[in-house]
């Protein structure tokens, strides 16, 4: 699947879990769904981590559910969450996937490991015969319009 | 009667449980999944004893979490 983010909300998302690091920084992602398949997102919303580690990442579901309602009423649908990884790579541990149960989400991760060079996928994650398989999504970053 | 499951508005049975919606909804791996009505959240284990009524709001929403 084919996703994009803007330029300006990807850097929104950078300044924001540079400025929580060595915490995980979290939040969750709006858009529109297209015909062809992919999906557009934009706007991305940033959440508090309640449990402030830089191990670990829980969006609060009080700030979840009034998230997504405010998408709702500005027209968007939820399509998935994104987080950092502050010290590790831009991809699923095996903690994400246990807890990634949504296979309609789209499952962004930003990784801070290498300074001054963020690395930002998208992943979809999915039960096939009780294994959670992940496969990566096609992540376009667009220059603002 | 009427009720709105994930901003949709529905017509469901009289008498529906949070359970049975569930499975009418076809929501994927429910066991994950924590239900809030009128933006009050369930406690889990009360799903086949909370009976929906008229002008519901209904949200099931996923854990969001992960770690490195």
Known sequence: MKITIKRSDFNS???????VAPEEAC?????????DGSRDIQKVYILTNIDHTNEHFTIDPKDQLKTIKEMRENGLKPLGNWHSHPESPSRPSEEDKRLANDS????????LMEEGNPVLNAFHVETIDGEKTVRKEELIIKEDE | MKITVAGEKKEVADG????AL????????PQYVTVSINEEFLESGTFESTVLK???????????GGGR
């Not at chain 1, 309609?104 to 990784?111: D, G, T, W």
């Not at chain 2, 569930?22 to 791996?29: D, P, R």
């Not at chain 2, 008229?54 to 969001?64: I, K, N, Q, T």
């Open chain 1, 13 to 19: 998302i950078y300044e924001h879990a540079i400025s």
């Open chain 2, 22 to 29: 569930i499975e009418q909804e076809k929501v994927e791996t």
């Open chain 1, 104 to 111: 309609k989400a789209s499952y962004l991760i930003l990784s």
């Open chain 1, 27 to 35: 939040g969750l992602i709006a858009g529109t769904d297209n015909e």
């Open chain 2, 54 to 64: 008229e002008g519901d709001e209904v949200e099931f929403l996923y854990f969001m």
């Open chain 2, 16 to 19: 529906l449980t949070v359970a």
